[in-house]
């Protein structure tokens, strides 16, 4: 069936990967994102500081409250101070305590409240470039990519960004400030005690992710030879008979006890990884914390820190912790987004349709003549399928296009509607080169009916009027009338304000090309293509459309991919095409005494159907 335009999908794109390809440039691609909201972004940085510092000061004035009923304690001995004087100690710290909790959430509401705002506006901002550069790409890239990966783009890796700038960037800045402010108020505490437990945290930092790889390997591994096994014994009963016949179970048996032994060997690491490793990980995050609380009460019992601090180190210790532990986890989910911001900005950084010229040629009125001269064309550079194809169509002719598939129709089709731009020579209508004019205007003189029907969900008369917003009931009717539709449509429901779509039962596949041609006429162009590949539409109803498209062609220029005997006689111009060009041309008559290839084809089954 003529599938104008988009024939071959090469579908190389290439597919989803969860790491950028060039790391680099994807930063810089994320960075510039970020910085159209310099303002904003500015504001979530000193916010997450503030929060930070607020953060780490909690602990501080819990160590505070602890010291100062500490120092009741060994001031008065317990149970020699009264409950006020426990109060009256303890209140300054627990305000602080309570400020600092407060301005800690509200800082980082501030901070969450205004991602959510710039991750939204972004994903709208990427939203609209991605639509704005899919209207100005050249049709040749929809060749190349399939639509799926469009929409996975537009929709899954846009998705991805802004949840990475709203979840990810914001766990990003409060764990790197966390780190930096409990670090240097660690270091401020104890040196030497905050070197060494900072060794320990890298340690197992980096020991968990080495693992983590390592027993997601195991896993991995421990699924692959499990499916090899099933495979393997499925083979063996479902084949069972044939190993029988050729004698072969004892080599059978054989590769079912090897792939089983892998099996167990691989099973035997990944539950090892479980149930030894992982507890032995989570003790390894565990020194760094143990390490201080020991070396903690020891200075505490040599006084030379006090409980207060202690306890203020110990959560410190965990504040710088918890979000190296975590890093590899926020890199990979950083990473993955930086792969949806390098996909998305392949897109819009694509290079645009060549723009149209600058005060393009109008045709008032068309007349209809179109000329190829010496045109060549390839859908790639180094490819050329088209070398220096010729011909006129006077106005009002009817020009048809035959040839077996792969001939290079459709491609015919898709450079006189400058679908593609041609490599060399001109195409001309009414003398004018199709280049010195808009491209929608030189779409607007072509009107298409293809065996792949499109109607839209709307009325009948929206459907029809697609071509001409314009146009009265009148001219819909009268178009109708000539495409003969107007008294099935009559019939409806609603008549023309009927809503029908493409998938909708109320209109037969039969009356929808019916339909299709009441568009053309309404939008009365002057040139005309046809698409005749048979289809399975009832005789009566084929009739029907054979005499509306021959109403629909009086007095325009039209080109069919003829497929009727009918149609290709009655053809003032028969161009013969073969492997992309035009091989013949003439009328029927011409062509036969020829014999060439028309007659060949014309004796052949192939135009006979
Ligand atoms: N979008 C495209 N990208 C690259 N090559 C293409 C593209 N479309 C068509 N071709 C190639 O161009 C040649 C001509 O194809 P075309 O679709 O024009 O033939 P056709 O005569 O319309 O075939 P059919 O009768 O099957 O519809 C073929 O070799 C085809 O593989």
Redesign the pocket.
């Known amino acids: 069936m003529?599938n104008l335009r988009?024939?071959?999908n090469k579908l190389k794109n290439q597919t989803v990967t969860e790491k950028p390809q060039n790391i680099k440039h994807a930063l810089k691609l994320f960075i510039k994102l970020l910085m159209q909201r310099k303002k904003s972004i500015f504001t979530v940085i000193t916010m997450a500081i503030l929060g930070s510092v607020m953060y780490t000061a909690i602990p501080w004035f819990m160590g505070i409250a602890i010291d100062n009923v500490a120092k009741l304690i060994t001031d008065f001995g317990i149970g020699n101070f009264s409950f006020e004087q426990v109060i009256h100690v303890i209140t300054w710290p627990l305000i602080g305590l309570l400020i600092a909790s407060i301005l800690s959430f509200i800082f980082s509401f501030i901070q969450e409240r205004i991602m959510a705002v710039v991750s939204e506006d972004s994903g709208t901002y990427l939203r609209q470039l991605m639509t704005d550069k899919m209207d100005r790409l050249p049709l040749k890239f929809y060749?190349d990519i399939k639509v799926g990966e469009i929409l996975s783009r537009n929709s899954v890796d846009i998705e991805r960004i802004a949840e990475i700038l709203v979840v990810g960037f914001n766990q990003f800045l409060s764990s790197v400030f966390n780190i930096i402010i409990g670090l240097v108020v660690m270091i401020y505490i104890s040196p030497i005690l905050t070197l060494i437990v900072f060794v320990l945290i890298l340690i197992s930092s980096y020991t968990t992710m080495f693992i983590s790889k390592k027993s997601q390997k195991a896993f991995a591994e421990n699924f692959e030879t499990l499916g090899e096994f099933n495979s393997l014994v499925e083979e063996m009963v479902t084949g069972n008979t044939l190993v029988k016949v050729f004698n072969q179970q004892d080599e059978s048996i054989e590769r079912v006890k090897e792939s089983n032994r892998k099996q167990h060997d691989a099973h035997l690491k990944a539950m090892f990884m479980n149930y030894a490793i992982y507890p032995a990980v989570r003790f390894l995050n565990q020194i760094a914390f143990i390490v201080s609380a020991v070396v903690g009460a020891v200075f505490a019992i040599q006084r030379k820190m006090s409980v207060g601090v202690v306890q203020a180190y110990l959560q410190y210790v965990s504040q710088v912790s918890e979000p190296i532990t975590e890093a590899s986890f926020i890199i990979n989910s950083f990473q993955a987004s930086l792969a949806s911001i390098e996909r998305v900005y392949q897109i819009i950084d694509m290079k645009d349709e060549v723009s149209d010229i600058e005060n393009p040629i109008v045709i008032k009125k068309t007349k209809g003549q179109v000329e190829f001269k010496n045109v060549k064309f390839g859908?790639?550079q180094d490819e050329m399928?088209m070398n220096g194809v010729s011909f006129i169509a006077k106005p009002k002719q009817m020009i048809a296009i035959v040839?077996p598939?792969?001939?290079?129709?459709?491609?015919l089709i898709n450079l006189l509607m400058r679908f593609y731009e041609i490599n060399e020579g001109q195409i001309l209508i009414d003398g004018v080169d199709t280049k010195n004019m808009a491209r929608r205007d030189v779409r607007q003189m072509f009107g298409m009916v293809l065996q792949d029907t499109w109607l839209f969900e709307g009325s009948v008369k929206d459907n029809l009027s697609y071509g001409k917003k314009d146009a009265t009931l009148e001219e819909i009717k009268t178009a109708a009338t000539l495409a003969q539709s107007h008294h099935f449509i009559e019939m409806m429901p609603y008549g023309y304000d009927t809503i029908i779509s493409s998938d909708a039962s109320i209109v037969s596949q039969g009356q929808q090309q019916l339909l299709t041609i009441a568009r053309t006429a309404v939008a009365n162009p002057p040139i005309l293509i046809l698409d005749e590949a048979t289809s399975n539409i009832d005789t009566i109803t084929e009739k029907k459309i054979q005499e509306a498209l021959a109403e629909l062609m009086k007095d325009r220029t039209s080109f069919v991919i003829a497929h009727r005997l009918s149609t290709i006689r009655n053809a003032d111009l028969i161009l013969v095409?073969n492997k992309?060009n035009i091989v013949e041309s003439g009328n029927h008559d011409e062509l036969i005494t020829k014999n060439g290839m028309y007659a060949e084809l014309y004796n052949s089954q192939f135009m006979n159907n």
């Open positions: 003529f988009r024939k071959r060749d859908y790639n399928i040839g598939t792969g001939a290079g129709k459709t491609t095409m992309g």
